[in-house]
């Protein structure tokens, strides 16, 4: 005879797994905003580019601004790869540039 399976602890680890996925997105997300030098910018004018980007019905800016992110992260991967030196302090930021590629 089969064992039954519990629904419920697999149900539980899934929300866990779920959970966890979401915090590693946010966390991306917030390196994303600091590795592209937006976190200077006000939350509100962050929060209004973000949102003209979303409703835009323009593809060739879309296309633009693809190009443009795809090339920030081909830059990311090249200084990570050359391994340039920085000081101590800057030592993390490499990796959350590396990371968020």
């Known amino acids: 005879m089969r064992k ?6 697999e149900l539980k680890a899934l929300e866990a797994k779920a959970k966890t996925l979401k915090e590693r997105r946010v966390r991306q ?10 976190d200077a910018l006000e939350a ?9 980007a ?3 019905k323009d593809a060739n ?10 090339g920030f992260f081909q830059r990311g991967a090249r200084k990570a790869a050359t391994g340039t ?15 968020s590629a």
């Open 54 to 56: 979303v409703t835009t």
């Open 4 to 9: 039954p399976r519990d629904i419920d602890s």
């Open 29 to 38: 997300l917030g390196e994303l905003v600091i590795a592209t030098g937006a």
């Open 85 to 99: 030196n920085r000081g101590a302090a800057n030592d993390a930021a490499p990796d959350s540039h590396a990371a």
């Open 61 to 70: 800016a879309k296309e633009g601004w693809r190009k443009a992110g795809a």
């Open 44 to 52: 509100e004018m962050l929060a209004g580019a973000l949102l003209g």
